[in-house]
């Protein structure tokens, strides 16, 4: 179960963000949906515990992240928490699959066989051997998935994935992410402004 409770956050004692609050049960997914500038992206960084809240609870599966240390805040997002970034985070100098394997290493994981089966799941197993800068957008945001789900999240935290697509990369993105995630039994929270994908989400939560 995923929830949190009367969330508040401030930048600067200049902005502040107090958030909905989110229930979600073990196997939903969820759509949070705002107009840019709403913080968005701040509320996927509370999520991931890269942000620590000004008051509120966080609790991803029996666990309030404002208990945890920062080590163990790491440690948790290692083991529980995939997250597609809104622009990709890869060591350009490093191929897709070295990439892939550096992320399993930062999770302490060894597992080549998951890592040519993922890249097979999204097309791109011939792009393996290929450096990130030689990739198209759309192969990009496929190897973002890959870097997400390589080291078996719990839950997925995507930031507008979509939001500079058209309609058929749009409704190919999202259809892989949710694929993904139902193939590797993860959770999906997508944080995006694209209303397009409202049809996809039965549970959805309006900032």
Do not use: W
């Not at 968005?40 to 404002?66: F, M, R, V």
């Not at 890592?115 to 945001?141: R, V």
Request: with cysteine; hydrophobic share 35%; charged share 25%.
């Amino acid at each position: 179960m995923i929830k949190t409770n009367n969330l508040n956050f401030n930048y600067d004692n200049k902005v502040f963000f107090n958030f909905k609050n989110i229930n979600l049960k073990n196997g939903e997914d969820l759509l949070i949906i705002g107009n840019s500038g709403i913080g968005k992206t701040t509320l996927l960084h509370l999520l991931a515990g890269l942000l620590k809240t000004d008051s509120g609870s966080i609790n991803i599966y029996g666990q309030e992240l404002k208990n945890f240390s920062n080590h163990q805040l790491d440690q948790f997002r290692r083991e529980n928490i995939g997250i597609v970034f809104q622009r990709a985070h890869f060591i350009n100098s490093l191929t897709v699959k070295e990439n892939l394997q550096l992320a399993q290493y930062i999770g302490k994981k060894n597992n080549n066989d998951r890592i040519e089966n993922i890249l097979k799941n999204l097309n791109i197993f011939d792009k393996s051997d290929k450096k990130t800068n030689q990739l198209s957008q759309g192969e990009k945001q496929r190897v973002s998935i890959a870097m997400a789900i390589v080291n078996s999240p719990k839950l997925i935290l995507a930031d507008e994935p979509t939001s500079s697509l058209d309609d058929f990369n749009c409704k190919n993105v999202i259809n892989l992410l949710k694929k993904q995630a139902s193939d590797y039994g993860a959770q999906l929270i997508v944080i995006t402004h694209d209303s397009r994908l409202k049809e996809h989400f039965k549970k959805q939560l309006k900032l």
